[in-house]
Each structure stands twice: as C-alpha cells, then as structure tokens.
C-alpha cells in the first residue's frame, strides 16, 4: 500500500515537474526514499516526462550506485531526514548559474524550506562525499548542479514547491540585479530563527523515515 502510494506520488511529481517545463531532457531526475529501507525508486534517463509510467520507476539501494542513481543514494545516506530529490533545469537556475551567481538569501519562504546558500555541486555526476557534506550541511535543501537544480526535501510535494520556490526567488533576483539597485538580504536573527524551525522539521522527518512512515510536510510555501 504505502510503495504504491510512493510509485503514484512520484509520477505526479514527475508531470507536475513536465508541465512547468523544468522538465525536459533524459539530464533530469527525480527519486524516492522507501520509508524503512536501505531503498529508492527513481525515474532518471527519461525524455518524455509527460507520459511517465510505472514501468519507467526502478527500484535501488541506497548503499551503492552509479551515475546519478549513486548521487541520489549518496545524498539519501548523508541526510536521512531526505524523503525526494529531485534534479530540474529550470530557466531561471539555468541562467542564474550561466552567469556564474549563487542566489543569497532573500526571501523569507526561501530561508525557512530551503535554507542556507549553497556552494556549487559543478558538473559531474561523481561528486565526492565532502563536497555533499558541505552542501547540505544545516539543512540546506536546494544547490546548483551544473546548470541544472537538485533539491531536497522531507516528502515529493515538499521537494516540488521547493523546486518552485527556488526558481520563483531565482527569477526575482536576477530582475533585481538586472535593476542596479541594492539587493537587501534576510536579517541574521530571521534566518536564525528558519533555520531552527528546518531543522526541527527534519529532525521529525528522518525519525518518520526510520520508523517506516512517510512525515507530515508543510507543502505551502
């Protein structure tokens, strides 16, 4: 019951994903833990992200991998609050990373689900685990990877307004520096105050995760 709830969950976030256009290319991902499981289903390689399938989700470890289903597990092995990663080529964090910006913090939404900024993952696919540790350190939920998007987060809706919320506040600053203007950033005691709040909202996760359940997400944004 619970791995065809997860199956139905992830196609529809893979669609859902389609249909704004941050999916559109076999570079794309998207992936679930198996609560209570050394496990995932992924879908990854794909080129119509409209008509995904059951057929198209395959089931693997998390304690090995290559390729990008060895990247997902990695990330899944170092944050056990982690319940989907999904890796997007939104236009915004496309153009975002062309011009070689990390976004700073500047929305309240952004640093209370995705956290802190984040180094870039570059490239290739092979990222070491030290680079993975300081990226998703704190919580942090959301990096460039190459010139594409990998988010994190503790269920598939909260790993989707993630995404959204990412490329929403990705679009807002660079209008804002396309205007010259000064860019205010989140007050310190603010993003203090989120991050506490992410972590506790992790913490419950990953404890969910090991007890077999999938965690209560607040999917607002």
């Known amino acids: 019951m619970l791995r065809t709830q997860i199956e139905a969950q992830l ?4 669609r859902r994903l389609a249909s704004k256009g941050f999916f559109h290319s076999p570079a794309q991902s998207f992936s679930m833990r198996l609560p209570g499981k050394m496990e995932m ?3 990854a390689g794909h080129s119509d992200w409209r008509n995904i399938s059951i057929a198209d989700l395959q089931t693997a470890s998390l304690m090995d991998g290559e390729g990008i289903a060895g990247l ?6 170092l944050r056990s609050d982690a319940g989907a990663i999904a890796i ?3 236009k915004g964090t496309r153009l975002l990373a062309g011009f070689g ?16 900024a984040a180094a870039e993952l570059g490239n290739g696919i092979a990222t070491n685990g030290e680079l993975l540790r300081k990226t998703f350190k704190n919580g942090t ?34 209008l804002a520096k396309a205007s010259g203007h000064r860019i205010g950033r989140i007050p310190l005691w603010v993003r203090l105050i989120a991050n506490r709040r992410l972590l506790k909202d992790e913490r419950r996760a990953a404890e969910s995760y090991r007890d077999g359940r999938i965690p209560e997400s607040n999917a607002s944004y």
């Open 72 to 77: 997902h597990a990695s990330i899944y092995r």
């Open 101 to 116: 910006n990390l976004m700073p913090p500047l929305f309240d939404e952004q640093v209370r689900h995705i956290g802190g």
């Open 88 to 90: 997007s080529s939104p």
């Open 41 to 43: 289903l992924i879908v």
């Open 11 to 14: 196609m529809a976030g893979c």
């Open 141 to 174: 939920n959301a990096a460039l990877f190459g010139e594409q998007l990998l988010c994190l987060g503790i269920t598939s809706e909260r790993v989707l307004c993630n995404t959204e919320l990412y490329e929403k506040c990705a679009q807002a600053y660079l």
